[in-house]
């Protein structure tokens, strides 16, 4: 990645965890401490959360170099409220910080620990491959992970998280999201602007034309199954999720980025997510991974002012997963 303003996404984060930890009560989210000194913000696994909690949350998934809100749109007969995501760093914001690509374990057998994480402590301590190809590394004292769970991570796998961000114990937060919770959904919902970021790395567009992006899903209602849960939630960016890119790019390689773009693309694509899972007998590595992205794209590239657009939503579908 060319571009020269590289900040610290962890640093520039830090203030919305303060402002979760400060009015914890009103958001309905828990904070406590491990015995190391990891702080814990718990936003649904013990507590109610809620949307303004999932809507904080999703500001931190992108290292605070976005902006999250809700609005109320006509896009739906049933769904009226969205979740907008705008940065002007998309590549940075969602795939250096938001994207959940962390593995993280611990333990054995039934015991066993395992979630994905996301937000900014992976620029600090996760080996993906994928920083290589963005050429970026957080330098921060403090280190911020979200991952989506319904249970506390064991203390060691915390101590493990810390020394691999190279940061004390005590300067860790992590933010636990149940995908069946409110906050989990929204926070979910909110990568919307982030698959297109994935997908179109996964094409081979050079990230470094990618100067500017903005998206909106619905809001999607909670399920306490969890693979229904889960369902619904991507339910809302394959089906109902929109997406504008603004690319610095010739007219051809910005016309083939939009054709590519929508979910629509995937030789997966027609049926809610819930059941596609299923039928790949509960493996995600059996499911297209170029299902994952927005229904509908729009990509504009600033060097003609040409605008390209594939895909459309799809309302039946959406009421299939929703109802």
């Known amino acids: 990645m060319s571009q020269q303003f590289k900040p610290s996404v962890n640093q520039l984060a830090a203030p919305i965890v303060k402002k979760m930890i400060d009015n914890a009560q009103a958001l309905r989210v828990c904070v406590e401490k491990l015995s190391n000194g990891t702080t814990i913000i ?58 959940a690509g962390w593995s993280l374990t611990h333990g054995e057998g039934k015991e066993k620990f395992m979630a994905l994480g996301s937000g900014p402590a992976r620029a600090l301590g996760s080996n993906e491959p994928l920083f290589e190809a963005l050429a970026y590394r957080d330098e921060s004292e403090t280190a911020i992970m979200v991952i989506e769970v319904d249970k506390k991570p064991p203390v060691e796998l915390a101590d493990d998280i810390a020394q691999r961000c190279h940061v004390n114990a005590d300067n860790l937060t992590i933010i636990l999201t149940p995908t069946s919770s409110l906050a989990g959904g929204v926070q979910i919902v909110a990568r919307s602007l982030e698959t297109s970021l994935h997908k179109a790395h996964e094409l081979h567009f050079p990230l470094e034309k990618i100067i500017d992006g903005f998206a909106t899903a619905p809001v999607s209602p909670p399920h306490s199954d969890f693979v229904k849960a889960m369902g619904r939630t991507n339910d809302s960016i394959l089906f109902g999720g929109e997406v504008h890119l603004y690319v610095d790019a010739e007219n051809d390689e910005t016309e083939e980025l939009a054709k590519n773009l929508p979910s629509s693309s995937s030789k997966d694509y027609g049926k809610p997510f819930a059941d596609i899972f299923k039928d790949s007998g509960y493996d995600f590595y059996k499911i297209d991974p170029m299902l994952f992205s927005p229904a509908k794209v729009t990509v504009t590239t600033v060097k003609t002012g040409k605008s390209f657009y594939a895909g459309k939503l799809d309302e039946k579908l959406l009421d299939q997963s929703f109802s």
Do not use: M
């Open 42 to 99: 718990d936003a649904g696994v013990n507590v109610p959360g809620g949307l303004e909690a999932g809507r904080l949350i999703s500001e931190i998934c992108l290292g605070g170099l976005g902006t999250v809100t809700f609005n109320s749109t006509n896009n739906f007969n049933k769904w009226r409220t969205n979740v907008d995501v705008h940065t002007s760093n998309p590549v940075l914001a969602c795939l250096a910080s938001q994207y």
